[in-house]
């Protein structure tokens, strides 16, 4: 199964943007790149998915390295309700059901 | 709303008696999944269901049952509770194909003692 590596924990000001970095060096062409996040006492929440082009939305950017290896969380100005641990998993297309493994994810503490 | 729901969200039971957790979405899912999440080892896949009356084990499945008569509902099934199954199980759902994310319900935390 095709694995991504996070930061344990990062760090940030509110009201800065936070870059959250993913690796995922084994990535193959059917796996897209999902992003969720877990606030204190609450179920995982999906936050963005990609296959290849930057993506964008209410809640953040996802920025995909041409090559799939990596790819980047942009919250674009953090607030304290941001704290939470981000998970970047992937998702095969073609195997949807099995394997979505959840790592230890970055826990993100955001400074007021 | 378009959402997950499990029940109980707090469950204290003694080992050996069967408990089930439901699980129902209403947003029409075909896939549905359960895990638990401990400390330590995070989110860990208990068993999964692709569609109604088709369900495959996840990486954890040993004491647990799951059944999917309908597409709605999921329950998680205990037959014989042990203390180490003490943990917070989350449900969650999604359409089938991988166009659209997770949904997860709140969470059950279950002691057994």
């Known amino acids: 199964d095709a694995k991504t590596t996070q930061p344990n924990s990062m760090e940030s000001n509110e009201e800065e943007p936070v870059h959250l970095p993913c690796n995922h060096s084994?990535?193959?062409?059917?796996?897209?790149i999902h992003w969720y996040r877990q606030l204190p006492s609450q179920g995982p929440e999906y936050v963005i998915h990609?296959?290849?082009s930057n993506v964008n939305n209410r809640m953040a950017s996802l920025a995909i390295a041409e090559d799939r290896k990596s790819s980047t969380l942009i919250l674009h100005r953090a607030t304290l309700r941001d704290a939470a641990v981000y998970y970047c998993?992937?998702?095969?297309?073609?195997?949807?059901?099995?394997?979505?493994?959840f790592g230890p994810g970055t826990r993100l503490s955001v400074l007021p | 709303e378009a959402q997950v729901t499990q029940n109980p969200r707090y469950l204290i039971t003694v080992t050996g008696k069967k408990l089930t957790v439901t699980c129902s979405q209403n947003m029409n899912h075909e896939y549905m999944s359960w895990y638990r999440q401990d400390p330590g080892l995070g989110l860990r896949q208990i068993y999964y269901s692709m569609n109604v009356e088709v369900t495959d084990k996840g990486d954890v499945p040993e004491g647990y049952k799951v059944s999917r008569k309908e597409k709605r509902n999921f329950p998680l099934i205990l037959e014989s509770p042990s203390p180490n199954q003490t943990s917070l199980y989350f449900c969650?759902?999604?359409?089938?194909?991988?166009?659209?994310?997770?949904?997860f319900g709140s969470g059950t935390r279950l002691t057994v003692v």
């Open positions: 084994t990535i193959s062409g059917t796996d897209y």
């Open positions: 990609g296959l290849t």
């Open positions: 998993i992937l998702r095969d297309r073609d195997n949807y059901g099995q394997n979505f493994v």
């Open positions: 969650a759902s999604s359409r089938r194909t991988d166009s659209y994310g997770y949904t």
